[in-house]
């Protein structure tokens, strides 16, 4: 989680205050007659009309969106190809931008690489929020950039734009799907109490020893002037420069930790405050998946590629699912389907290290009747079709979330499968919080790699010390001081 709240942290300072928690649609657009804009804060929003750079053809909408052609077959993006909207504030008010949803499409010989910008001064700067590959396929495919921190100054308008390019051919189109594209936020008044920000702002996790970052702001302008943790945690925290800074300690683990933030300005004083709930120790190297990071979204069973934590996933039969149904921690978790063989898979060997263990919490879907046995596979070539089978779950009748965890300890890269076991009436399982930890090799004593060296794995039946595995009545210690096999009767001290 780290990694994800860095690169918030990178933006915010960029570009100044964090928001306040998605409150309505600032800015919605159907896409499906034409390009205008609607807005859930009437009299305090203007919002702009979908249009296209001067690149491309002229935008066609209809039923399933707003699409055009004339994308670049460059693989870098031409400065006049792409989609934009736009947000202003209206007098007397700030714009609070806290998650932009949309889903897009492409034609067969459309692009296969978008990038998100956004800017403030009409792109005399701007910042990336996203670059996308695009799988060389027509599906849809939806995204949810979350957590944003952007704050819209009076006087300022904010532009949204989707620059396509690589093209497979000049004639091919892209679209954004009717009645995604949505920035959600809210609209503050300049003249009252301060609200208090913070990014990222639900669903907070940190682990035990790592560092938590929280960009704190306060709109309209204002200033901390108190802030305290509850419970007093044992490890480290700290606040200075908009930026408040968590390390727990051992002993803070399965804490829920509540920060309040107290701020002033001319109009009054008001007290923010948002959770944080330790977890475990992680072990540097690990790859930890909590399908929180923005862009970690995907809505439809189909075959499709999803970027968790960093990786690429190949998901088929299997969605990222955000509906009160999902059984997870925060916002969403995986979902594996019940109609077909479900299943994901890493696109790439995974850990350098190699592998030690895999762990993740499981449940049945909330309304399938009955619970999907999942099976964790691991292999070191996937068109060869060498999964080995390394932990397995039932979530029948499982319907809170379940911590499991299996050993692999295989010293080098592998890839990952996580499937279900398809039979008739098989239902629908919930996977959260995967935990990938890296290989470690085992901390022998000398008796053990005494055994080991007669591949016999210390611990198992007969290789106690006192124990005298071949029966002929010398121990297990006394071959080991004289260094004979202790596993061939004919050879002793």
């Keep these: 989680m780290n990694k994800a709240i860095i690169k918030y942290l990178g933006f915010v300072t960029a570009w100044g205050l964090a928001t306040v928690g998605s409150a309505a649609n600032v800015g919605a657009w159907a896409l499906t007659a034409d390009g205008t804009g609607t807005t859930e804060e009437p009299g305090k929003v203007t919002v702009g009309n979908f249009v296209g750079g001067s690149g491309i053809g002229a935008i066609t909408f209809g039923t399933s969106g707003g699409y055009a052609s004339g994308w670049t077959v460059n693989p870098s993006l031409d400065a006049t190809d792409y989609f934009e909207v736009t947000v202003a504030p209206q007098a007397g008010y700030g714009l609070s931008i806290s998650e932009i949803l949309y889903s897009e499409r492409r034609s067969g010989t459309g692009i296969r690489e978008f990038q998100v910008r956004i800017s403030t001064n009409n792109f005399a700067t701007y910042a990336v929020l996203a670059t996308n590959a695009v799988p060389d396929n027509d599906s849809e495919r939806s995204y949810s950039m979350s957590n944003l921190g952007i704050t819209v100054g009076e006087g300022q308008t904010f532009r949204l734009r989707f620059y396509g390019y690589l093209a497979e051919g000049t004639t091919g189109t892209w679209r954004i799907n009717d009645n995604t594209l949505k920035i959600n936020g809210a609209a503050v008044s300049l003249t009252g109490p301060p609200t208090i920000g913070f990014v990222p702002g639900s669903g907070v996790q940190v682990h035990v020893s790592n560092t938590l970052q929280v960009a704190v702001s306060v709109l309209p302008s204002g200033s901390i002037v108190r802030w305290w943790v509850d419970p007093t945690p044992a490890g480290t925290t700290n606040y200075a420069g908009g930026i408040f800074s968590y390390t727990p300690a051992g002993s803070d683990f399965g804490d829920t930790n509540r920060l309040y933030m107290v701020a002033s300005n001319a109009y009054g004083v008001s007290t923010g405050a948002m959770d944080i709930v330790v977890t475990e120790y992680l072990l540097p190297g690990s790859l930890e998946i909590t399908f929180e990071n923005a862009g970690e979204v995907k809505s439809s069973y189909d075959l499709g590629a999803v970027v968790l934590s960093g990786e690429t996933w190949i ?148 290789t106690a010390p006192n124990e005298d595995w071949d029966g002929d009545g010398y121990t297990n210690t006394n071959e080991f001081d004289e260094l004979t096999n202790p596993y061939d009767e004919a050879i002793h001290p």
């Excluded at 996937?382 to 979330?401: K, S």
């Excluded at 930890?437 to 060296?453: K, M």
């Design 315 to 462: 998901m088929d039969q299997a969605r990222i699912g955000d509906t009160d149904s999902d059984i997870k921690y925060g916002s969403r978790a995986a979902r594996f389907g019940s109609l077909y063989p479900a299943y994901m898979t890493s696109s790439n060997k995974l850990l350098s290290a190699g592998l030690g263990t895999i762990s993740f919490w499981y449940a049945k879907y909330a309304t399938s009747v009955n619970g999907a046995e999942l099976v964790v596979e691991v292999a070191t070539d996937t068109t060869a079709g060498d999964w080995m089978e390394v932990g397995r779950i039932n979530a029948n009748g499982v319907t809170e979330l379940t911590k499991y965890e299996t050993t692999v300890g295989i010293n080098q890269p592998m890839y990952v499968r996580f499937r279900n076991v398809f039979v008739e009436d098989i239902g629908q399982v919930n996977v959260d919080n995967i935990l990938i930890g890296p290989y470690q090799a085992p901390n022998y004593s000398a008796y053990e790699l005494y055994l080991r060296q007669y591949n016999v794995t210390p611990g198992d039946s007969g």
